[in-house]
Structure formats: C-alpha cells, structure tokens
C-alpha cells in the first residue's frame, strides 16, 4: 500500500533564507527537504522564490517522472497530490510536517511549481526523499 504525507498540518514560517534575500540564487526556486524518519518530522523549505508569487508543492511517491501539466514537465509522476498555493515570505518559505509510521520504506519524490506575479511559471529542482 503506498502512502501520500499530509503536508498540510503544522505550517511554520522560519523566515527568509540568506539565498533568498540577497537573490545570490536566481533562476528560479530551490526545493530542500531533510529529513523523513517514520513517526519523524520532515522539513521542508523553498527558497529563491521571486517577490509576489505563490507556489505549490507536488508530491508523489508513484516515481519521479516525467509528467506532463499545464505548467510543463514535472518530475513526479501521475497520479499526485498538491498542497493548497502558499505565498513567499521575503522570498521563501518553510514548514515542517510529520511523516506517518505506515510510510516506512516509501520514497517520496517532491517539485515547486512557482506561480509568478506577472502570470508565469517556474519549476524548482526536484527532491526525492526515503523514509527509513
């Protein structure tokens, strides 16, 4: 049986990251992610996003990739699911979520997907994470 994290519960904002405030990344968003131990936490942070914009998180644990969306190619593959569209905080974001006891041996692959102010898109790096 696979199992999908719910990234939804326990947002916590840390604040801006050094990358994201003094724009030393450009090109896009960057997608980090440690952690991942069952009954454990993950943590979860997005930087490098651009003033304005909102994003969502997409997640699967069926492979990673390609799949292919109105927004271009992503590297997870279908079916998966998205997290609700969270605003940038000075440029990033961060949460943590707890990662159920079931997902033991599981391997989760992750992308942003930035939604720009000004109408566009842009993909972050893609994550993959096993539980263990």
């Given at each position: 049986m696979?199992?999908?994290?719910?990234?939804?519960?326990?947002?916590a904002l840390l604040g801006a990251s050094l990358f994201a405030?003094?724009?030393?990344?450009?090109?896009?968003?960057?997608?980090?992610v440690t952690g991942g131990e069952p009954g454990g936490y993950m943590h979860i942070t997005v930087s490098g996003l651009a003033t304005g914009s909102e994003f969502v998180l997409v997640l699967s644990s069926l492979g990673p990739g390609p799949t292919a969306t109105?927004?271009?190619?992503?590297?997870?593959t279908a079916p998966f699911r998205l997290t609700p569209r969270f605003q940038e905080v000075a440029g990033?974001?961060?949460?943590?979520?707890?990662?159920?006891?079931?997902?033991?041996?599981a391997t989760f692959y992750m992308q942003v997907v930035e939604f720009?102010?000004?109408?566009?898109?842009?993909?972050?790096?893609?994550a993959t994470i096993s539980v263990e």
């Open positions: 696979k199992y999908i994290l719910s990234l939804i519960p326990t947002l405030t003094t724009g030393l990344l450009g090109g896009g968003p960057t997608l980090t109105p927004f271009g190619d992503i590297a997870v990033s974001f961060n949460w943590t979520s707890t990662v159920p006891l079931g997902a033991a041996g720009e102010a000004g109408g566009g898109t842009t993909t972050s790096n893609p």
